[in-house]
């Protein structure tokens, strides 16, 4: 059972323009969602994180959305550059104990020039 | 600079024959983790371990072992019962043993395929 759902799959985006990246979720018990940035033959790398007691946090160009209602986050990269195609991976967590990081399938990022 | 060390790069394995990756790290680290990239697919998770001489189960650990007597190395064995290896196997370490709010930091992976 997949319990984070990541779409679109692929997605092209002009130089300048907004990218977005939408993740759902089912576990109502996650409550850590971070996305995590990766490069052709590199490990991910956490780009940017968020807990479900606010709904918005950004961190330069890369902002993310939370609706805890909805069980949805979003990953919005503006002004999108050529150097941040790449593959975004959410993932989410429990705090509860010990939980491991649970993945979406990954969104393949390309902006064109 | 501290980091995750995995390899090899690159590894090719024969039919019937179990080979391991090396993962080691100096961040001192607690936890490490084991994930298997396939295209379209994410990060699977094939093991963990929160602390020296223990380790669990992921997702995916069967076809795989793992071992971890040293707090800065967590090797990954794929055994010939695993019938479909050749896949991107990344390895990543967190501070803390106890809960999930911390990043991971991941290596730069090793790509296994089958000859």
């Known amino acids: 059972q997949q319990q984070v759902k990541q779409s679109p799959q692929s997605l092209i985006v002009q130089k300048g323009g907004i990218s977005i990246i939408n993740c759902a979720y089912e576990?109502?018990?996650?409550?850590?969602f971070p996305w995590y940035q990766q490069f052709p033959g590199k490990g991910p790398a956490l780009l940017i994180a968020?807990?479900?007691?606010?709904s918005e946090k950004k961190e330069g160009r890369f902002t993310i959305s939370f609706n805890k209602s909805a069980k949805q986050f979003s990953l919005h990269i503006m002004d999108s550059q050529p150097g941040d195609s790449a593959t975004y991976f959410c993932?989410?967590?429990?705090?509860?104990?010990?939980?491991?990081?649970?993945f979406g399938k990954g969104t393949m990022l390309l902006v064109s020039p | 600079d501290g980091g995750i060390t995995q390899s090899p790069k690159y590894l090719f394995r024969k039919e019937g024959q179990n080979v391991t990756l090396s993962c080691e790290q100096n961040?001192?680290?607690?936890?490490m983790y084991w994930y298997r990239q396939d295209p379209g697919q994410g990060l699977r998770l094939i093991y963990y371990?929160?602390?020296?001489?223990d380790f669990q189960k992921g997702d995916i650990a069967e076809g795989y072992s793992v071992s971890r007597e040293k707090k800065e190395s967590f090797p990954l064995t794929v055994t010939s019962a695993q019938k479909n290896p050749t896949a991107f196997y990344l390895c990543?370490?967190?501070w803390g043993t106890g809960g999930s709010n911390q990043p991971q930091h991941f290596g730069d992976g090793t790509r296994l395929s089958i000859l």
């Open positions: 961040l001192n680290h607690d936890a």
């Open positions: 576990n109502t018990a996650f409550d850590y």
């Open positions: 990543a370490s967190t």
């Open positions: 993932a989410a967590s429990m705090n509860s104990g010990y939980s491991t990081l649970t």
């Open positions: 968020i807990r479900p007691d606010v």
């Open positions: 371990s929160q602390i020296v001489n």
